[in-house]
């Protein structure tokens, strides 16, 4: 079965902090890992995918297929930055399985 | 180069009606995936199509139901609307083939059934 588990339904932070929003997958074979974010009032739109390997918009994330994991990082987040965040699992098939989402919040 | 647009934007059904949820792909995607987000979920893969047919189902019953057009254009029904049917019903258009290809989102459907 896939599954995504995005452990924390709300973050909050200040700005300028370490930001780190948690995901965890189960999948038997290789996955594809994508981070979906969605600002206020706008459509879910991908930030980044693990085949990619970039940072975009000064986050990065990094399959670990050991610990089954995709989290992602910013070193100084921005007010910004406050959105909801969707972790992504596709295995095998176009469909794409989608964790519960995080709630980002930051602080000024 | 358009972007995935859906309508209606908002609508409101009573339990036991039909609705009808309607999807532009954007320019040059042949994939259209619909998704149903309830409240405080991520959302739910309900099923795929590629050029015109279905390829790909998640865990709905035969109530939901689509089609995708020539434009590939793509609609979604849902018959005998119950109350959980309530929710935002998301399309997102994509390019199988290329690596790692990206699903492109509408700004979805809110669907509440009274």
């Known amino acids: 079965a896939q599954r995504v588990t995005q452990p924390e339904k709300l973050l909050s932070v200040f700005k300028g902090a370490p930001v780190e929003l948690k995901c965890n997958y189960s999948?038997?074979?290789?996955?594809?890992l994508f981070w979906y974010v969605q600002y206020s009032r706008q459509r879910l739109q991908l930030l980044l995918r693990?085949?990619s390997r970039e940072s975009i918009k000064g986050f990065t994330a990094d399959l670990n297929k050991g610990e089954t994991s995709f989290h992602l990082k910013k070193p100084f987040a921005q007010e910004e930055d406050s959105a909801m965040y969707y972790c992504?699992?596709?295995?095998?098939?176009?469909?794409?399985?989608f964790g519960k989402g995080t709630k980002l919040t930051v602080n000024p | 180069e358009t972007g995935v647009t859906q309508s209606p934007t908002h609508l409101i059904k009573t339990r036991g009606q039909q609705v009808t949820l309607r999807c532009s792909s954007q320019?040059?995607?042949?994939?259209v995936s619909w998704y149903q987000q309830a409240l405080g979920q991520g959302p739910q893969f309900i099923f795929q199509?590629?050029?015109?047919?279905?390829?790909g189902r998640g865990n709905f019953p035969p109530r939901f139901s689509g089609l995708q057009f020539p434009n590939y254009s793509s609609e979604l029904n849902v018959n005998a609307l119950e109350l959980d049917d309530s929710a935002l019903y998301l399309c997102?258009?994509?390019?199988?083939?290329?690596?790692?290809?990206?699903?492109?989102f509408g700004q979805g459907t809110r669907l509440t059934v009274v």
């Open positions: 997102a258009s994509s390019l199988p083939g290329t690596d790692s290809p990206e699903a492109f």
């Open positions: 999948y038997s074979g290789s996955p594809e």
């Open positions: 693990h085949i």
């Open positions: 992504a699992l596709r295995g095998g098939s176009e469909k794409l399985v």
């Open positions: 320019s040059g995607h042949n994939t």
């Open positions: 199509y590629y050029r015109e047919e279905e390829n």
